[in-house]
């Protein structure tokens, strides 16, 4: 099977149906083990992108986190949140078809405080002068979960 040409058919199927041109196939030892166009407009879940959905679909299915064994199609460069998802699942390779540069005469998401293209300048700036309002409010009790949970899964000696 040639996973690009699926990838490249769920994306079309998806936009056909009302939903945005993004589409993922994950793939072990040649088979496809999860598959997912991007579904954030029909669920109204910013988060449904199809890197996301198709990686929860093939963790479930494999009964792990890590996909260090899968090469994972996807329709176009990824955004930071599915680039971050993509780093967790540690896939043996990412396959990208098609780059911002290319789609952006065809495709723009603009967000109040995201915009693909200054996303990463945005991301690399201090805390206190990003765009989007973040404040920190520090309490000591929130390390009691850290420090819990080392004991739980201190490694045996």
């Not at 996301?52 to 679909?57: G, H, S, Y």
Request: charged share 25%.
């Amino acid at each position: 099977m040639d996973f690009v040409k699926r990838t490249i058919e769920l994306a079309m199927q998806n936009v056909e149906e009302g939903g945005r041109p993004f589409a993922t196939v994950i793939v072990r030892n040649g088979e496809i083990v999860a598959e997912s166009a991007n579904k954030a407009a029909q669920s109204h879940d910013p988060t449904a992108h199809a890197e996301i959905l198709a990686i929860r679909e093939a963790c479930k299915k494999l009964q792990t986190e890590n996909l260090s064994d899968c090469e994972i199609y996807i329709l176009a460069s990824p955004c930071p949140m599915c680039l971050g998802s993509l780093y967790y699942c540690s896939p043996k390779q990412v396959i990208y078809i098609t780059t911002r540069e290319e789609y952006v005469p065809f495709y723009r998401d603009d967000r109040q405080y995201f915009e693909l293209e200054n996303f990463y300048q945005e991301f690399a700036k201090p805390i206190a002068q990003r765009r989007l309002p973040m404040k920190h409010q520090p309490d000591v009790q929130a390390l009691d979960v850290y420090k819990r949970w080392k004991e739980l899964n201190r490694p045996a000696e």
